[in-house]
């Protein structure tokens, strides 16, 4: 059925309308040629994404729209430094994933909860406090990781989609200055989908992968399993964990399933930590 | 050469004795520097504090279920003994997914993930930990948790409004994939080949309790 999709789309990216009346041999030949066309074409990429009937391009518009409310609840965090190593490290984690070339940013922003937020076409904040949690670059890169999972696998956008939320009528056309009106009815208010629950199973998948991408990209795979630790060393009742468990399973839960999932498979990696240029967050 | 060894064990071994040993290291570092050892302080203070989160990270776990401690950190590693579900260990060292732990039921390696450490803290008060405490965070004092405590709540979000100006900043810091090959290859780390991991319910077989 996967394929039959795949195939669809292809021809009808690529207009292949004379199909009607010819033999099975030409038909054959042409879905050859659109399949190699769609190898040389990174663009054929968003256009395979669109299973859902949201293109890549109308993704990153509601992603872009999201992105910029969070902004306006929780500015960056000004620090240049900061920011741009988060963008180094996140960058190199989201190569290792099935979406290389979304154009992905990431940003440390101003808020003592401990929480992290992605947002559709590859827009992935970490709140300060949950920054200071952190000890290494390899647990930045877990967290991190986990957030790309989400965007990867489109967890946020399939809620828009059974929420019925997404209902377009009309092409979303990205803007280069201000809010997108169309993208904003399409999210709802504000940036209230990242305070969404996902399915647990959703979390716990996301979970697995962040390992796996952390793994990837050379760094200790045991890191992230630490920063669940360390958040359920935060007791339940401290207010700035609360609405992180309140939308995602416990974190003795996520270890637990992270303990099963990833059993023996990493004692032959050696992954790093990085803790000398781990960029350490100013005190404030 | 042999004065250095010397100086270097009598730092490792002050620091191993006296909780306070930045201060000691930096007296000592002190008089080394008076002693014309100037060319080597520089290195020993960089490979006493890159050794200070191993040596500092001593605390105590439970284990949170049945447990083999082994000779050595790996699977296949001789089994010396079991730990039950809530057995208290001191934590003494840890490496890749592994901790080496001392218990009543004797010392060696245990799975990470076997193990709780510390207590429950409040976030507001030293979230120290193990990772506090490799990092050097704890001693800091209690951080007492009053104005200027910014939260991020399901209201809030709701609430937002959209800024364009912060959204313009955040993507001016945009990395390409050519710098972050670059970025990588300054911290040496290198891809590694590995696959998604199945969901628990098929990695055990289907052994779910």
Not at chain 1, 43 to 70: H, K, P, W
Not at chain 1, 88 to 115: C, K, M, T, Y
Not at chain 1, 156 to 174: E, P, R, T, Y
Not at chain 2, 32 to 60: C, E, F
Request: hydrophobic share 40%; net charge positive; aromatic share 6%.
């Amino acid at each position: 059925m996967k394929i039959t999709i795949r195939w669809f789309l292809m021809l009808a990216a690529f207009g292949c309308s004379s199909v009607q009346g010819a033999d099975f041999g030409q038909f054959e030949q042409e879905l050859k040629d659109a399949q190699q066309k769609i190898k040389g074409n990174p663009g054929a990429a968003a256009i395979l994404a669109n299973v859902m009937g949201i293109s890549q391009e109308e993704e990153i518009v509601i992603g872009r729209q999201i992105a910029g409310n969070l902004l306006g609840a929780a500015p960056l965090v000004k620090d240049n430094r900061l920011q741009k190593y988060v963008n180094n490290v996140g960058r190199w984690v989201a190569i290792q994933s099935e979406r290389p070339d979304l154009p992905w940013h990431f940003g440390v922003i101003e808020s003592d909860d401990i929480n992290a937020f992605a947002a559709p076409g590859g827009y992935i904040f970490i709140t300060r406090g949950l920054y200071k949690q952190l000890t290494n670059e390899a647990s930045l890169a877990g967290v991190l990781a986990h957030e790309i999972a989400h965007v990867v696998r489109q967890h946020h956008l399939k809620i828009l989609q059974q929420s019925k939320l997404v209902d377009l009528g009309g092409k979303l056309v990205a803007q280069e200055v201000g809010g997108n009106d169309q993208a904003q009815k399409v999210i709802g208010s504000g940036a209230e989908i990242v305070a969404r629950s996902l399915d647990k199973n959703a979390e716990f998948e996301a979970d697995r992968m962040a390992v796996v991408l952390a793994t990837r990209a050379g760094y200790d795979p045991y890191s992230f399993a630490e920063v669940l630790q360390q958040i359920g060393h935060v007791a339940p009742d401290d207010g700035s964990v609360a609405l992180l468990f309140k939308t995602h399973p416990l974190p003795a839960d996520r270890l637990d399933k992270l303990d099963k999932a990833m059993s023996n498979r990493f004692d032959n990696v050696r992954g790093r930590t990085v803790e000398q240029r781990f960029y350490r967050i100013n005190k404030k | 050469m042999r004065r250095l060894i010397d100086c270097y064990l009598e730092f490792y071994t002050e620091m191993l004795r006296s909780r306070r040993c930045q201060s000691a290291l930096k007296k000592r570092l002190a008089q080394l520097v008076k002693a014309g050892w100037k060319g080597w302080t520089g290195i020993l203070t960089v490979s006493l504090l890159s050794m200070q989160p191993a040596l500092a990270a001593q605390q105590s776990g439970t284990a949170i279920k049945a447990s083999e401690i082994r000779t050595e950190p790996f699977s296949d590693a001789k089994v010396l003994a079991t730990l039950a579900a809530g057995d208290s260990v001191t934590i003494l060292k840890k490496q890749g997914g592994w901790l080496r732990v001392k218990s009543a039921k004797g010392s060696g390696w245990v799975r990470m993930l076997s193990i709780s450490k510390g207590g429950t803290r409040s976030q507001s008060g030293n979230a120290g930990g193990i990772l506090g405490l490799a990092s050097g965070r704890v001693g800091t004092g209690k951080v007492v948790a009053t104005t200027g405590i910014r939260g991020l709540s399901e209201e809030d979000l709701k609430a937002a409004q959209f800024n364009a100006q912060e959204l313009q900043l955040a993507e001016s810091f945009a990395t390409t994939p050519t710098e972050a090959q670059k970025f990588a290859k300054q911290g040496q780390l290198t891809v590694q080949r590995f696959d998604y991991l199945p969901a628990p319910a098929a990695a055990t077989g289907g052994q779910r309790p």
